[in-house]
């Protein structure tokens, strides 16, 4: 066989082809492509997902600090931190103006906000003036002549005394107690909208630098800070940190075997331009097929390095013990069939991720069917051009591999070691196996922003970030509408805005002037001229400039022409789930609800897929190397699960994923030990063993990794591939084909 | 155990003072602890800063030791506020305009303390939230100046003055806003028992 010019066409293509992939890498993988954002991981869940979107990403932009002090320490936090370029504002400074200001917000807003009960109470106008006169002569009440005549109503007051938070005003600050009665300054800072990721980075930088600094001068614990960024930042040091030292360590390993194995640089040099050609196709589909690659995602593709030189390994290895003289394009023409195998069961079994409705699950699949076609076909296509004919120099002579089978064959004393680790793994650990569908068990946040948040969440109250009734309006009129359905139906188990809807403001305004009227009139007969002027109506914005409705302003959002508004939900109630007047979500426990569901149907999945293989085994091998096979595989299973749990850890989607990485990489070994020749017999053990060795390495890595998803990944995959290549032997007990 | 401690104190203070008539807090302190009940007819002025003609109203004070205080006004309108440990109450010519528990409005929930703590001698209670500076005036006469410490209590008053001999005579108040409201306590009854009714309004539902 001679490579004409013809044969040349293909191997040009693909060149033409790498360049093009790496020319998309090129110009989209500076532009911040790569995210670490941990909500960009989560699968979308329930309804209104892109309201849900849009007020996470409000949510994102806010950093919460809380400062133990109550002098220039904290003012010069405030100061320094406002002064950011990257800060749109900070929140927590009150000047006199700012309280003025707010004072006469709150004025214009108090007959918008009335409850029922004060509504009902205002509509009886001499009890009304019975009630403001006998306050005036209580020597308990305290209402002095200014409140009397600017508020005869006194609803200031009554508005002051139902507001029950957390957070106070003292000395132009807002501020917290803590159980111990400490004071802690609030402040809220929130971050311009559209930053880059490099903006961001170079805030976290500043703001990292100014918390150090005021925390030498208050004392170690006397500053908090909460913020989803914190967190991302946090995952993306992990990731990068991860992806660095579990790459450099697997190809460091990787050369090492090569070289060590083949005791040249040649088969080196093939398997690093085989990996790269992977890592350039993948890259390229991956970018071409996601917005953003996550950085975990990047973590879990330094796994797929060692499966990719698994091609080479097997190239490498049939040329090398070909007859002398051999031209590499025979060598290939006898290889190819086992080697498009093996790596079509690998991409299919990857390729099943990408049903997986977690973007980094999605990612991976795209990122592995393209980067091991990629490996692949550079070995197809280009090694035959770059190696001459076989020097038919054999391959080292290792023992360890024909030995082991030996002892296989002779049912010997190491086979059975072998099955009994496996078998009492399997017992020991799935006795104790627990599976989970917590999202806080994929990834265990930093402690010590974990311990930030709880002390904030202690200073503040209840975490109503999680459940939220969304109400939506074309207009104001009609979402302040679904706001008086909401606290009809729900009262004081949603935070809902006290502004009332106008219908209501209006009911109130009637009942406002005749009331103002009568205490007017009862003041006057003890020779007090009451003034007061009380709108009757306010509108949102009244409402969210005042000092009661600004907390609110995070709540509403304003997107393509609708008004929504977030409430949060301080006690859940099972008809939030059918209420008309709004959409009930709790991200968190949707998502978590989508993975049990996903769970127990790739649990259904994957029995199938195990008798689809052993049906098709069936029919090639006959019913004993079925058996055998199906014992091999089943052993894979339980001794993953079984190492899983004996590590502690739970099993959960990815655990299952795992599983069907370990049924389409574990399947190869068998098929390989079915077709193994007694004439070949060492040379396709060699390659046989280092491939997987290979691939244990780079798989086995992931079990060094900081992400507790990957880690759980990487466990029972590594397990799953090991006890499926080591008790492949079993297949020689099941008799020979025919 | 407590008398006891109280009675050794005032011992002390005795010995310490060296007179042995002249009034010190824990002498005024011990005195009004023994009463276990007092009625007294009060006259109100609140001068609220602004006006000329000062809020001028007068009635009967009930108290009876751990069990609440009745106001009772009867000029210029009739109006009853009762003040027992968990609620506030008050009636406005017969007609009940506010009935609530005192937990609901913790700024009232302080002011009565405050006053209940003070009408039964039990400074020991208030000495975390306010300052205290005792007069000696003759004749058995004493002078109390309390001045609050605590945040809540500032915004409502800058300054207390208590005033009497065997029990409180006088009572001037300064709030916030500069507004003076003085109490007169005249024809004071000691330890008779309450009459049913009385009992009945500081327990009713």
Redesign the interface.
């Known amino acids: 066989m001679r490579l004409t010019d013809r044969s040349r066409i293909p191997a040009l293509i693909w060149a033409a082809l790498l360049f093009a992939a790496a020319l998309v890498i090129a110009l989209r993988l500076p532009a911040e492509h790569v995210t670490s954002d941990i909500l960009a991981m989560l699968p979308k869940a329930g309804g209104m997902s892109e309201v849900q979107d849009a007020f996470l990403a409000r949510l994102n932009r806010q950093v919460l600090y809380a400062v133990k002090d109550e002098g220039a320490v904290r003012e010069g936090f405030a100061q320094k931190l406002a002064e950011s370029p990257y800060i749109e504002r900070v929140r927590g400074r009150i000047t006199d103006e700012e309280k003025r200001q707010a004072w006469a917000a709150l004025q214009k807003t108090l007959g918008a906000v009335l409850t029922d009960a004060q509504i009902a109470k205002l509509a009886d106008p001499a009890?009304y003036a019975?009630?403001v006169?006998?306050?005036?002569?209580?020597?308990?009440?305290?209402v002095?002549?200014?409140?009397v005549?600017n508020d005869p109503l006194l609803l200031t007051r009554r508005m002051l005394?139902a507001q029950k938070s957390a957070v106070s005003e003292?000395k132009g600050y807002l501020t917290a107690k803590d159980r111990e009665g400490q004071t802690w300054s609030l402040f809220f800072a929130e971050l311009k909208e559209g930053l880059s990721a490099q903006d961001k980075a170079a805030f976290l930088a500043f703001e990292s630098k100014l918390r150090s600094d005021t925390e030498k001068q208050l004392g170690q614990g006397a500053l908090l800070a909460q913020s989803t960024l914190f967190y991302n930042r946090c995952a993306e040091d992990t990731a990068k940190g991860d992806m660095t030292r579990l790459g450099t360590l697997s190809a460091v390993l990787l050369a090492a075997l090569f070289l060590l194995s083949f005791r040249s640089l040649t088969p080196l040099g093939l398997g690093l331009l085989s990996v790269a050609s992977g890592l350039l196709l993948g890259g390229a589909a991956a970018l071409l097929c996601f917005k953003t690659l996550h950085a975990v995602t990047l973590v879990m593709c330094v796994s797929l390095i060692g499966i990719a030189t698994d091609y080479t390994t097997y190239f490498v290895c049939a040329h090398r013990t070909a007859p002398k003289g051999t031209p590499a394009s025979e060598t290939l023409l006898r290889l190819r069939p086992s080697l498009i195998h093996a790596m079509v069961t690998t991409v299919i079994a990857y390729g099943l991720l990408a049903a997986a409705p977690f973007p980094g699950l999605e990612e991976l699949a795209v990122f592995a069917v393209f980067g091991l076609l990629g490996a692949c076909l550079t070995v197809l296509l280009w090694f035959p051009l770059f190696l001459g004919p076989s020097k038919g120099e054999g391959l080292p002579k290792v023992k360890l591999f024909p030995a082991y089978l030996a002892a296989w064959k002779k049912r010997g004393a190491v086979s059975f070691a072998v099955l009994a680790v496996c078998a009492a793994v399997s017992a020991a650990g799935l006795m104790k196996l627990s599976a989970t569908d917590d999202l806080n068990a994929l990834q265990t946040p930093p402690a010590h922003l974990k311990a930030q948040e709880n002390a904030i969440k202690a200073l503040l109250g209840n975490d109503l970030t999680q459940e939220w009734i969304i109400a939506e309006g074309k207009n104001e009129a009609e979402l302040l509408g679904k706001v008086e359905a909401l606290r009809s139906e729900f009262g004081g188990k949603l935070l809902l805005p006290a502004l009332r809807s106008p219908e209501v403001q209006e009911r109130a305004g009637a009942a406002l002037a005749a009331a103002h009227e009568a205490v007017k009139a009862r003041l006057a007969k003890?020779?007090?001229a009451a003034g007061g002027a009380y709108s009757p109506s306010a509108t949102l914005s009244d409402y969210l400039a005042s000092p009661a409705g600004e907390a609110f302003s995070a709540l509403f959002l304003s997107k393509d022409g609708t008004l929504y508004l977030a409430a949060p939900v301080v006690r859940f109630d099972p008809a939030m789930k059918k209420t008309a007047a709004g959409v009930y979500v709790h991200r968190k426990a949707e998502i978590e609800e989508m993975l049990r569901e996903l769970r127990s149907h790739l649990s259904v999945f994957l029995a199938a897929a195990f008798l689809l293989v052993l049906a098709s085994y069936f029919f090639k091998y006959g019913a004993k190397k079925t058996l055998g096979t199906a014992l091999i595989l089943g052993l894979a299973f339980t001794t993953s699960l079984g190492a899983l749990a004996l590590a502690g850890l739970p099993m959960n989607i990815f655990s299952l994923f795992a599983l069907i990485l370990v049924l389409g990489i574990g399947i190869d070994y068998a098929v390989f030990f079915s077709y193994l020749e007694k004439d070949h017999a060492d040379s396709v053990l060699f390659a046989l063993g280092l491939a997987a060795a290979s691939t244990l390495i780079s798989l086995g890595i992931l079990l060094f990794c900081h992400t507790d998803a990957v880690r759980n990944f990487g466990l029972v995959l590594s397990v799953g591939v090991l006890t499926a290549f080591l008790t492949s032997p079993l297949l020689t007990w099941f008799g020979e084909k025919r | 155990m407590t008398k006891a401690f109280y009675r050794s104190m005032f011992v002390a203070s005795l010995l310490a003072a060296g007179t042995a008539y002249a009034s010190t807090l824990e002498s005024v302190e011990e005195k009004l602890q023994a009463l276990k009940t007092i009625q007294a007819d009060f006259e109100?002025k609140?001068v609220?800063?602004?006006?000329?003609?000062p809020?001028v109203?007068t009635g009967t004070l009930t108290l009876i030791r751990s069990r609440g205080l009745i106001?009772d006004?009867t000029a210029?309108?009739a109006?009853t506020?009762v003040?027992s440990g968990k609620r506030?109450k008050?009636t406005?010519?017969g007609?009940t305009?506010?009935d609530a528990s005192a937990a609901?409005?913790p700024?009232?929930q302080a002011?009565?303390t405050t006053?209940t703590a003070l009408f039964e001698g039990n400074f020991r209670e208030i000495r975390p939230l306010f300052d205290l500076a005792f007069e000696d005036l003759t004749n058995n006469h004493w002078r109390i100046v309390l001045k609050p410490k605590e945040?809540k209590l500032k915004q409502?008053?800058t300054e207390i003055t208590l005033e009497g001999r065997d029990a409180i005579t006088n009572v001037a108040?300064t709030?916030?806003?500069g507004?003076v409201?003085t109490?007169v306590f005249t024809h004071q009854v000691f330890n008779r028992p309450a009459a049913r009714r009385v009992l009945d309004a500081l327990d009713g539902p």
């Open positions: 009890r019975r009630e006169i006998g306050l005036l002569y209580s020597p308990l009440a305290g002095s002549q200014s409140e005549k005394l003292s003890i020779g007090i | 109100q609140r609220l800063k602004g006006t000329d003609t809020l109203s106001w006004q210029p309108f109006q506020a003040l506030f008050l406005v010519e007609d305009v506010q609901e409005n700024a009232m002011m009565m006053l945040e409502l008053f108040m709030d916030k806003n507004d409201t109490l």
